[in-house]
């Protein structure tokens, strides 16, 4: 029986081996789709088209060293609306798309391969602001900028606060800076990257009132040799210290 067991355990562990060897197949390609939302990936032309090497950002520069050093084939198209191209990944082998939340709803209806970097709600203040807050309630006291439409916006007026809300983003970083509000509630890191191109650096994170990590999300068929080897890539970025330069690169 012990011979037997010990037999078992050394084939299943050939078979093991065996998956982790296997190859992607030299012509499988990943059709990745994406949207702008800086500084994470944009088209270069401020448009809601673009393909290839008119796309940047953080993760698409990531994605591409990651794509690169895997060996794997793959096209790159931006477009808009979002439910699209999110929808399209859903339902389409080979097909992926980024960046988007790890969510409990959507763990089983995709493969993932990341973290590629995080999208906190924060509260930022001037550099040389002295608020102290706790907690979100607490800021019911001060003006609070927001985007109008946002998810961020919509959360601050759900918990009760009463956002001076902007068209753009990009106003309430000039708005902070001039002192028409006195807390920009915005994502990190897309509101420093938004600062930056206002010529604002410097800003102080008052709160982070919610958190939430990025991935890419690929179609369940996608096969997974693909994924192992796709996160293996971004593993090694990321301890190489690549991802940080990136980061840095943008902010």
Do not use: C
């Not at 007026?157 to 068209?167: D, K, N, S, T, Y």
């Not at 996160?231 to 090694?236: S, T």
């Amino acid at each position: 029986m012990r011979k037997l067991l010990k037999r078992s355990l050394a084939v299943a562990s050939l078979a093991l081996a065996g998956l982790a060897q296997a190859e992607v197949p030299a012509d499988y390609k990943v059709i990745l789709l994406t949207e702008n939302f800086p500084p994470y990936n944009m088209a270069i032309n401020g448009k809601n088209f673009a393909q290839e090497d008119n796309i940047d950002g953080i993760a698409v520069d990531i994605i591409r060293e990651m794509f690169k050093r895997a060996g794997i084939e793959y096209s790159m198209t931006l477009r808009f609306p979002w439910e699209r191209i999110y929808k399209l990944a859903l339902e389409k082998p080979g097909y992926g798309v980024f960046v988007t939340a790890r969510l409990p709803e959507r763990e089983e209806q995709f493969k993932w391969v990341g973290p590629i970097g995080p999208d906190d709600w924060v509260l930022l203040g001037r550099a040389d602001s002295n608020i102290r807050l706790n907690s979100l309630a607490e800021a019911a006291s001060y003006q609070v900028g927001a985007y109008k439409g946002d998810a961020i916006s919509e959360h601050l007026l759900e918990q009760g606060l009463q956002p001076v809300l902007a068209l753009r983003d990009q106003l309430n970083a000039q708005k902070l800076q001039s002192g028409q509000i006195d807390l920009w509630a915005t994502g990190d890191p897309a509101g420093r990257y938004l600062a930056k191109q206002e010529g604002i650096s410097g800003l102080k994170t008052i709160l982070r009132f919610d958190s939430a990590e990025l991935y890419l999300a690929l179609n369940r068929e996608v096969p997974d040799e693909v994924v192992s080897k796709l996160q293996a890539e971004l593993d090694k970025l990321r301890e190489e210290g690549f991802v940080d330069d990136i980061v840095n690169n943008y902010l």
